[in-house]
């Protein structure tokens, strides 16, 4: 039998954002609601494809302490799609805890939340038949450190399931429930409803599948939350399992991004703020209808380097007043001056001080091999260290840090002089 699944996880309702403390009313407005909206938006994705199943993969609020509007909502939901026949099932992560769920009484028949301390299974059955077995495992305490995904095996009928709140080898974030592709592997499922990681990405593809789906609606802009945020919808057969690649849907109202504009070759700041004001417009256009926060990163050889950091501030109340017309809105978080002065190095060598015994000397010692080899030998005790790291130096890796330095000596002095 054919039917669909829909995969969410990181829900974070109702979860107040961070690192935007001045930023307009309605900015501020909009991003309050954004969480519960995206929500509303899940629930009527899996109603429009008459989904068999919604899969939330734990952290769908942000702690007991504002849970109750969160659960409110999700009560209301969840309500709607058991109406319709669409079951829930969910397992807790680290972010919403067991003894959390004060403001839901009941859960409405239909959906399932996976206890801790084992996995256990629950069949979902559709005209009689089988047609899928989900198994999951909720966390028993917020820093979970056992690995939960080992305590899973494929039993019963129909395409099999895995719920689980876990890292599967992510560095970049906590180490809760850790396991390895191995381990997901081993368990023998169709496919794995993962949650904890805020962008989604294929872990597993084929045999068996297995996906963060992130976060629904981006928090913050730091880079974890950029991009589009949704979840994944699955074509699924009870015999073969899925029949196409899940399909990542987006469902966030408010969209984080980072662009950054390079102003090399630029006369000066009138022609610099022209050409942000053209990245910001395509930006825009390019986000579907949504909301976007973003920061911007100015880079490059600019002429106006100095006038730019040193009014920075006054930049970017330019760009907020800018945009302050456009809807959806576009709210500049923050600017980030990263550009430098042009460094002109015929000038340099032609100026007999030091700065062109410098640039010469560093010539000479990059045009010849023996001047190289004789030049990694003085440093032999710091380049040591580096090889400690890194690995042993080429001479090509030796000529690349070379010229770094050479670039890093050039720009320190010649800022000095030029702010002079």
């Known amino acids: 039998m054919r039917f669909t699944v829909v995969h969410a996880a990181d829900l974070h309702l109702d979860t107040p954002f961070s690192g935007l403390g001045d930023a307009a009313p309605q900015v501020a407005q909009a991003l309050r609601e954004a969480s519960l909206a995206a929500f509303d938006r899940l629930v009527e994705l899996a109603l429009s494809e008459k989904a068999a199943m919604l899969l939330l993969a734990g952290d769908l609020y942000d702690g007991p302490s504002r849970g109750i509007r969160a659960q409110r909502r999700l009560l209301s939901g969840l309500a709607r799609l058991a109406e319709a026949g669409c079951e829930t099932f969910i397992v807790h992560g680290n972010h919403d805890p067991l003894d959390g769920w004060t ?11 996976f206890p801790p301390g084992g996995v256990t299974s629950r069949p979902v059955v559709r005209g009689g038949e089988t047609i899928a077995t ?6 028993q305490q917020r820093e979970e450190r056992e690995n939960l995904a080992r ?17 599967v080898g ?25 949650g ?10 084929g045999g068996p599948w297995a996906a963060y789906s992130g976060v629904l609606q981006g928090r913050s802009p730091a880079a974890g939350d950029a991009g589009p945020k949704g979840a994944y919808v699955l074509r699924c057969d009870s015999a073969l399992g899925l029949v196409s690649p899940p399909e990542f849907v987006p469902l966030d109202l408010v969209r984080f991004a980072s662009v950054t504009v390079d102003l090399s070759d630029l006369a000066d700041l009138h022609a610099a703020l022209g050409k942000i004001d053209g990245a910001a ?19 490059g050889e600019f002429p106006g380097h100095r006038e730019l950091a040193e009014r920075s501030e006054e930049v970017l109340a330019e760009l907020r007043g800018t945009a302050q017309g456009l809807s959806p809105f576009l709210w500049w978080d ?17 100026r007999g001080d030091l700065l062109s015994e410098l640039l010469e000397e560093s010539r000479r010692i990059l045009e010849s091999p023996q001047e190289l080899a004789d030049f990694l030998a003085e440093q032999a005790r710091e380049l040591r260290r580096v090889e ?8 090509p890796d030796a000529q690349e840090l070379l010229r770094a330095a050479e670039d890093a000596c050039l720009r320190l002095l010649w800022e000095d002089g030029e702010a002079g």
């Open 388 to 395: 400690v790291q890194a690995g042993p130096l080429t001479a």
């Open 103 to 113: 403001a839901i009484g009941a859960w409405p028949q239909g959906v399932h939340v």
């Open 196 to 205: 904890h990681v805020h962008q989604a990405r294929l872990v597993l593809e």
């Open 170 to 194: 992510d560095a970049a974030h906590s180490p809760y429930a850790p396991c390895s592709p191995d381990d997901l592997r081993d368990a023998g499922l169709h496919y794995w409803a993962l």
């Open 334 to 350: 923050e600017v980030e001056v990263q550009t430098r002065p042009p460094l002109r190095r015929e000038e340099i060598a032609g």
């Open 281 to 299: 417009q395509e930006l825009h256009a390019t986000q579907d209808g949504r909301g976007l926060v973003a920061r911007l990163r100015l880079v």
């Open 151 to 167: 305590l899973f095996r494929a039993h019963g009928e129909g395409m099999q399931f895995g719920v689980l709140h876990c890292n």
């Open 134 to 139: 989900v198994h999951g495992v909720s966390f």
